[in-house]
């Protein structure tokens, strides 16, 4: 058992629309980050979340931490083909102790 | 930001031989390590972390004497696969982190292993 869920697991949309990527867990983190990963790399942290209620936009990207860091959401505005990847939310424990979320697969079809 | 690199980036080898994959990092210097295993499209699994000159500690399910790992400088970890068998078969990422803030942790592109 995973101590962060992500969900949705797998998302399919058209160039264009707008989703929601959700990070849950019933733990306490310190922090949280959000990683995109391509077939065959490692991943790449796009943003940190450090306090309770924290949102950060990246471009079209936007990231909230939840109150009590115990959950984050990814947002996307008019996702385009090249936003393709995994997305993958880990929280970081005192001890820098990093859990992984089960991932979302995302697919953007031009 | 920091760069971490992998060594092989993919490799293929026999049932029952033994694989070294090497991780890097080449611009800074990294007092804990960690590996990780992936399948397609899923989550990173943590397998061990591993600090400079200590012994790694392993996960939960993760066999230590087929993971050996090595991590004998602050620049250097060792990952390897003895006896492999296809089921060993999966992309392995290791990330370094120990620089000033704990949020920091490097990946490295990873490595494709397939076992035949």
């Known amino acids: 058992t995973q101590l962060l869920e992500q969900s949705p697991q797998f998302l399919s949309i058209q160039e264009g629309e707008n989703l929601t990527v959700y990070c849950n867990s019933s733990?306490?983190?310190?922090?949280l980050q959000w990683y995109r990963q391509e077939p065959g790399e490692g991943p790449v942290l796009l943003v940190t979340?450090?306090?309770?209620?924290e949102v950060k936009k990246l471009k079209r990207l936007t990231f909230q931490f939840g109150d009590a860091r115990k959950d984050s959401s990814l947002h996307i505005t008019a996702a385009q083909p090249g936003d393709t990847g995994l997305y993958l939310c880990?929280?970081?424990?005192?001890?820098?102790?990093?859990?992984f979320g089960t991932g979302t697969s995302l697919t953007v079809i031009p | 930001g920091a760069v971490v690199s992998q060594h092989p980036s993919w490799v293929i080898c026999k049932s029952g031989t033994s694989v070294k994959i090497e991780c890097r990092s080449l611009?800074?210097?990294?007092?804990?390590m960690f590996w990780y295993r992936q399948f397609p499209k899923q989550s990173l699994m943590l397998m061990a972390t591993?600090?400079?000159?200590?012994?790694?500690?392993?996960e939960q399910g993760v066999e230590k004497d087929k993971f050996l790992i090595n991590h004998a400088s602050l620049t250097l970890s060792t990952l390897t696969v003895t006896s492999a068998h296809p089921e060993d078969s999966s992309f392995y990422i290791c990330?370094?982190?120990?620089?000033?803030?704990?949020?920091?942790?490097?990946f490295g592109p990873g490595t494709r292993l397939t076992v035949t």
């Open positions: 990330s370094a982190g120990g620089r000033a803030s704990s949020y920091e942790q490097y």
């Open positions: 733990s306490v983190f310190s922090s």
């Open positions: 979340v450090v306090t309770g209620g």
């Open positions: 880990a929280g970081i424990r005192t001890g820098n102790q990093f859990y």
């Open positions: 611009d800074f210097q990294a007092t804990t």
């Open positions: 591993s600090n400079e000159g200590s012994k790694a500690t392993y």
